[in-house]
């Protein structure tokens, strides 16, 4: 077979096999959860909610759309996330619930799988192409990816987020970069730790274009929020709050320890919780800012998005979605310094049992306690190989910009 045909022929095949997984994995999200009982309702009744000339902030309509539309799961009063979050999910409003969530799943697999492409590929190798299709069957068993589909949360924005922005920075289009990273804001808890690290990173490498981008992100999402309602960062305030306080202690991050190391009293735990998480930010920036010259942007965002989720004081399971990116790292570097695909694999099956006995009890319990695993493993595979490594071993890695 010449050349050119095989080629092509590859890329189909790998095409069908992907379009075959994504196809499996949609069918059987829909038919054995009940995504009427799903946060992905949430999102889908804001933007329905916009498109209908209505207010997600408004108390009375927002629970009468559970109503109207059968929605069963109603832990909040008003949407519990930002205004601007509701207006990109406008398309999603223009499908029927049960067509809008099939679509949103294929959406967040199609961003897995472009993230996973979209990194391989920075190694240019054939060894580490054929990874493509391996890794995307795998992330259907990694705990976060398992409960993001399931229940339809849209942390492919951040991933996509993220992972865009790295891209970005290596093709010297910090601005760009640095606007699309201002989407992590759209989960404030979330944005909120990982924009301060990057920013410090940043900072360091003087790359004020990348920090005007998420500058002048920002401004275009409150700007955008602000012509709906002028109010909505109050509005949204009130229901994060209340969000937060009917959760405290469920979450794997340093606030929820405080919190049951402290026997759930304040003002112990947010004092002990806010010198933990301050320590974890103080250690994360400086080590972003002394080996500014030596990170690229993957390896800084691989320090950044576990160390983020772990100092914060709001996340789930599913929104470790972002540790694919940290995760591609480290299988493609086991697999360029080790030569071998068993390495990587056994820290894959490793992970996987990780993530999803910590979902396993989060079911047992209704709290994430043990998604702490997940963040370990994943950052500290991270750390063992960036230490281990040297000019020569990180010779895959392309310079970032």
């Keep these: 077979m010449k050349p050119a045909l095989q080629k092509i022929f590859g890329v189909f095949s790998v095409l069908v096999l992907l379009g075959g997984m994504i196809f499996l994995r949609v069918k059987v999200s829909y038919e054995s ?40 799961w109603q832990p909040n009063k008003i949407f519990p996330y930002p205004l601007p979050l509701a207006i990109l999910c406008i398309p999603l409003g223009l499908l029927p619930l049960p067509a809008a969530y099939i679509a949103w799943q294929v959406i967040t697999l199609c961003v897995v799988a472009w993230t996973i492409y979209a990194l391989l590929s920075r190694w240019k190798r054939p060894s580490h192409a054929r990874l493509l299709v391996p890794l995307f069957a795998a992330m259907f068993f990694f705990g976060p990816v398992y409960l993001t589909l399931h229940t339809g949360s849209v942390g492919a924005i951040a991933l996509a987020a993220a992972a865009g922005a790295v891209l970005l920075l290596d093709k010297e289009k910090p601005l760009a970069a640095g606007t699309l990273l201002a989407l992590t804001m759209l989960k404030p808890p979330q944005g909120l730790t990982i924009l301060t690290l990057a920013g410090i990173w940043l900072a360091a490498r003087k790359n004020w274009k990348a920090i005007y981008g998420v500058a002048f992100g920002g401004i275009v999402l409150l700007a955008a929020g602000a012509l709906l309602d002028p109010s909505w960062l109050s509005k949204f305030r009130g229901a994060s709050e209340a969000v937060m306080e009917r959760t405290q202690g469920a979450h794997s991050n340093v606030w929820a320890f405080a919190y049951l190391a402290c026997g759930e009293t304040s003002p112990c735990w947010l004092l002990l919780g806010g010198i933990l998480s301050l320590t974890l930010l103080g250690a994360g920036g400086v080590f972003l800012w002394k080996n500014q010259a030596r990170l690229t942007a993957w390896e800084a965002f691989n320090l950044i998005l576990p160390l983020g989720f772990l100092s914060t004081i709001y996340l789930w399971a599913y929104d470790q979605i972002t540790y694919i990116i940290p995760i591609v790292w480290v299988v493609g570097t086991l697999v360029e310094r080790r030569k071998s695909y068993l390495p990587a694999f056994l820290f894959l099956a490793l992970l996987e049992l990780v993530s999803f006995y910590a979902l396993i009890k989060q079911a047992e319990t209704s709290k994430d306690l043990w998604s702490l695993g997940t963040t370990l493993l994943t950052l500290g595979a991270f750390l063992w190989l960036y230490f281990e490594s040297t000019p020569a071993t990180r010779r895959g890695i392309p310079p970032s910009a």
Excluded: C
């Excluded at 799903?38 to 559970?66: C, I, K, Q």
């Design 33 to 72: 959860f009940d995504f009427q009982s799903s946060n992905f309702t949430f999102f889908w009744l804001s933007g329905r909610m916009l498109l209908e000339g209505e207010s997600p902030y408004d108390e009375v309509r927002y629970l009468a759309g559970h109503q109207t539309y059968g929605i069963k």
